[in-house]
């Protein structure tokens, strides 16, 4: 069985090969022929992005992008090199290459940050944190998430009809860094966000929702909820043509039919997602893959084979993860940070410069015009008696003048003040919300499983009934713990306000 299995999946592998290489040859032939630069680059935008992936034509990709880059950047074409390191940047981490893809990436940011361009802003920010992720630096995940969403706040396109794609990308990049964390119950939150967000949408969006909840209830032990949601996500993706979204709900299911000694089917579904994977050219997740297929010939005691996929684990993950390529990546990465930080702090500088220059600039105004009116006042007193009169309604103008800068000074504070108790107003309601969203999300939760509960009560199953009761128990007792966070919080304000001199 497994031997026809394989060999099916080659058949497959070699049919999609030559599909590919017909598309290869096309694109060569024009490629040869057409000497136009506007027509030229698109073409080598499109063999960039056909070559390389499941042709096994990797350094074919950095060709064809790096004559695309030469072009762009010699019609002095910013949108076009911008691109061509975007596409560039993907290639790069895909093969483990991290220092080069953070150095493409920061550049795309850099050039994203002097047009003010949100739509390059995003998608470059989302190639960053596709980089942390598959270097594991899942704190670097949860900072720039967070950059994320300050450009979803601000982009008109993000709060728009297809909003959800927006709020899905930062909801799933939470969800990763927290399960990589190993903080599961945030984790679930933002994955069940995602989930609930997508439940009414298209095939492919749900599929995505569901695959992202089944991995973090698996990461959580609770398996048969990892298979209904990665059964739920094949029967989606199975309509569409999203591969990637299909290879790792078959690894989930496969990983699923180990846990229940199935060895068959979870060899089954472990090929065909070693399969999908290849075609996609995912190195990290063909590495995943090939651990999962080791452990899987040891448990049958198939140790040649389980030595085999052992070695292409260790020699994938070699290439991928070795220690020098991620020293010098968060070596990069953290210079390109420390000048980030400095070219913000030097932007506000120079802002607070110009609002001094602006203030000195009125005061010296106001003070030239003060001068010109006393000297004018002088004048008119030495050249004319009569003008006694005037300069004293001209003194109690100017004393008028004064009274009211000083209460548009007081103003000004005052405003300041409210503004500092807006802030910290807005940090409180910040710190209470989130204990108050794991105590909505778990009620929501509980509240189905008492449904259940009561639906299996009716039907005599007791022994499901327990279970059921047994996730109600924690779900109540993370809504007792969240809860007492927030009166924690409340506690901790009280205290402070009473402490508290006023100033």
């Not at 022929?33 to 990797?58: C, M, P, Q």
């Not at 189905?448 to 779900?475: F, M």
Request: net charge positive.
């Amino acid at each position: 069985m497994k031997k026809i299995m394989t060999f099916l999946l080659g058949l497959l592998c070699i049919v999609s090969l030559y599909a590919q290489q017909r598309d290869i040859d096309t694109l060569k032939r024009l490629l040869r022929t057409e000497k136009t630069d506007t027509v030229r680059i698109k073409l080598l935008f499109e063999a960039g992005n056909s070559f390389g992936y499941g042709a096994k034509k990797n350094d074919s990709v950095f060709y064809y992008l790096q004559e695309a880059l030469e072009i762009a950047t010699r019609k002095n074409d910013l949108f076009r090199v911008s691109r061509a390191k975007g596409i560039m940047c993907r290639y790069f981490y895909t093969y483990g290459n991290y220092k080069e893809a953070l150095e493409l990436a920061f550049q795309n940011l850099n050039y994203a940050n002097s047009t003010k361009d949100l739509n390059l802003l995003f998608y470059t920010y989302k190639e960053l944190l596709k980089i942390y992720r598959k270097m594991e630096d899942y704190k670097q995940v949860l900072v720039y998430s967070e950059k994320l969403m300050e450009v979803i706040a601000n982009y008109p396109a993000a709060h728009g009809a297809d909003s959800s794609f927006y709020y899905f990308v930062y909801n799933n990049n939470k969800s990763v860094a927290h399960e990589g964390l190993g903080n599961f119950d945030s984790a679930f939150y933002y994955a069940h966000l995602n989930y609930g967000m997508y439940k009414n949408s298209n095939l492919t969006d749900v599929a995505l929702g569901a695959v992202n909840l089944a991995h973090v209830y698996e990461k959580m032990g609770k398996y048969d909820s990892a298979y209904y949601f990665y059964s739920k996500c094949l029967s989606l993706a199975g309509k569409t043509s999203r591969h990637d979204i299909i290879s790792v709900a078959k690894l989930g299911v496969s990983k699923y039919f180990h846990i229940k000694g199935a060895t068959d089917s979870a060899f089954f579904y472990a090929w065909q997602a070693l399969y999908e994977m290849k075609k996609l050219d995912e190195q990290s997740d063909i590495m995943d893959t090939y651990s999962f297929l080791a452990e899987l010939h040891r448990s049958v005691h198939q140790f040649d084979s389980a030595y085999k996929y052992l070695q292409l684990y260790v020699s994938l993950k070699d290439s991928l993860f070795s220690n020098k390529k991620i020293v010098q990546a968060q070596g990069y990465a953290f210079t390109e940070t420390i000048e980030q930080q400095k070219m913000e702090q030097a932007k506000k500088e120079a802002e607070q410069e110009y609002r001094i220059r602006i203030q000195f600039y009125t005061l010296a105004a106001a003070i030239a015009v003060f001068l010109i009116i006393a000297f004018l006042l002088w004048w008119n007193l030495h050249n004319k008696r009569k003008a006694n009169a005037l300069l004293g309604e001209q003194k109690v103008e100017i004393e008028q003048a004064l009274w009211e800068l000083k209460a548009t000074q007081s103003q000004l504070i005052q405003s300041e003040k409210m503004a500092s108790l807006g802030e910290l107003t807005a940090g409180i309601a910040h710190e209470i919300q989130n204990p108050l969203n794991f105590v909505n999300n778990f009620s929501e939760v509980s509240t189905e499983l008492v449904s259940e509960l009561n639906t299996e009560i009716d039907k005599g199953n007791t022994k499901d009934a327990k279970e059921i009761a047994t996730d109600l128990k924690q779900n109540l007792e993370k809504i007792n713990h969240h809860g007492k966070r927030a009166a924690d919080i409340v506690k901790g304000m009280l205290q402070h306000s009473r402490s508290s001199s006023g100033v």
